[in-house]
């Protein structure tokens, strides 16, 4: 299954669904294109609804890494939403779940971006 992804405007965050895999090619690729795409726009608070993504790998959270990094290099802001069991317990065992700010609620998800 490729990765599928659709965004969505709350306020003046930036949702960005995604469905399918976060892996090495196409997944990772959607991922980094997208939030570059978003940033160029001057779209720089970015919310990645993950509620739908069944697997990601070790460049898949590479990625997400990288576009962290890139929000952050922009004066941005790049958090995660609705995590899988699966993909809490991987940013868990990376140490990483203290890099991103990871909530289950949109609402206060939009909420917690600086105005």
């Known amino acids: 299954m490729s990765m599928e992804f ?48 069944n697997y990601i790998d070790s460049s898949g959270i590479g990625e997400l890494v990288s576009a962290f990094t890139a929000a952050k290099k922009q004066g941005g ?8 069991k699966k993909v809490h317990d991987l940013l868990q065992i990376t140490k990483l779940s203290t890099v991103f700010d990871v909530t289950d609620d949109e609402t206060a998800a939009v909420r917690s971006f600086g105005k």
């Open 6 to 53: 659709r965004t969505r405007q709350l306020d003046d965050v930036t949702i960005v669904d995604l469905r399918g895999r976060i892996t090495l090619g196409e997944g990772s690729v959607t991922v980094r294109e997208t939030v570059h795409d978003l940033l160029s726009k001057g779209m720089k608070r970015i919310l990645l609804n993950l509620g739908d993504v």
């Open 77 to 84: 802001e790049l958090k995660l939403l609705n995590l899988t």
